[in-house]
């Protein structure tokens, strides 16, 4: 049950677009289009943003945006705001012989 | 409005046990498979458990299989984690989540409560 792989850091100008990747093995991420997307302010509860690689929760910004290709899950916002800046982690279904749910180790985006 | 409210932190000894409490309400509880999450201090998101609607399915990460179990009382709208031989790499915040599936586990975390810190020291 190793964490999935996200960069570290990613930053931005406002306006502009970022990507954060998450990668997995053939075991979760590659197995599932059951990828998830959470955003995470200092001291607060992280929130979904993206869940099933793609979908958007009700009142979640059309400025983000999910996608996958094989191991790789993504996160795409576009028209960075600061408000966009917090940390954010990608979540995979596991499954196997015993449902679990692996975490991705964590972006912090910086809005420059 | 959906709210999860955990309780039951603290500090305890290695070795020792905790139990941990998340107040559901604003949603049908009986229809949600719920999660535990921890997070270490300054650290990432780590999955924990899940319990089906009905709590008869319960699931563990490996890193506290045989130690933690998770329960709910869907009369009380209440879900639990019993934490035995703690150790100090428990040491975290631990968030209720609610998932997103209806009956059926979904995985998805759509609603967490603000969590609770249980700190494992001597």
């Known amino acids: 049950q190793s964490a999935l792989t996200q960069p570290a850091s990613v930053s931005g100008s406002p306006g502009q677009s970022i990507t954060i990747s998450c990668t997995g093995t053939?075991?979760?991420?590659?197995?599932?289009?059951?990828v998830s997307w959470y955003q995470q302010h200092p001291g607060k509860a992280p929130k979904l943003m993206i869940f099933?690689?793609?979908k958007r929760p009700s009142g979640v910004s059309n400025r983000f945006s999910g996608s996958k290709s094989g191991n790789t899950a993504s996160l795409t916002i576009s028209g960075l705001l600061a408000e966009d800046e917090a940390d954010y982690y990608c979540?995979?279904?596991?499954?196997?012989?015993?449902?679990?749910?692996?975490f991705g180790t964590g972006t912090k985006v910086t809005v420059l | 409005q959906v709210q999860l409210v955990e309780s039951g932190g603290g500090v305890v000894q290695p070795g020792r046990s905790l139990r941990l409490s998340c107040a559901a309400s604003?949603?049908?509880?009986?229809?949600?498979?719920m999660h535990w999450v921890r997070q270490a201090p300054g650290k990432g998101l780590e999955w924990v458990a899940v319990?089906?609607?009905?709590?008869?399915?319960?699931f563990y990460a490996d890193s506290v299989k045989g130690r933690f179990t998770i329960s709910r009382d869907n009369s009380k709208n209440t879900l639990f984690l019993q934490m035995n031989s703690l150790r100090a790499e428990d040491t975290a915040i631990y968030f209720c989540?609610?998932?997103?599936?209806?009956?059926?586990?979904?995985?998805?975390?759509?609603?967490w409560g603000q969590g609770t810190l249980a700190t494992v020291s001597s």
């Open positions: 979540c995979s279904y596991a499954g196997g012989s015993t449902p679990h749910w692996v």
């Open positions: 099933d690689v793609i």
């Open positions: 989540a609610k998932d997103l599936g209806d009956v059926a586990v979904a995985g998805d975390f759509d609603y």
């Open positions: 053939s075991s979760d991420v590659g197995s599932y289009n059951l």
């Open positions: 319990i089906s609607y009905d709590g008869n399915n319960k």
């Open positions: 604003g949603f049908t509880f009986t229809n949600y498979a």
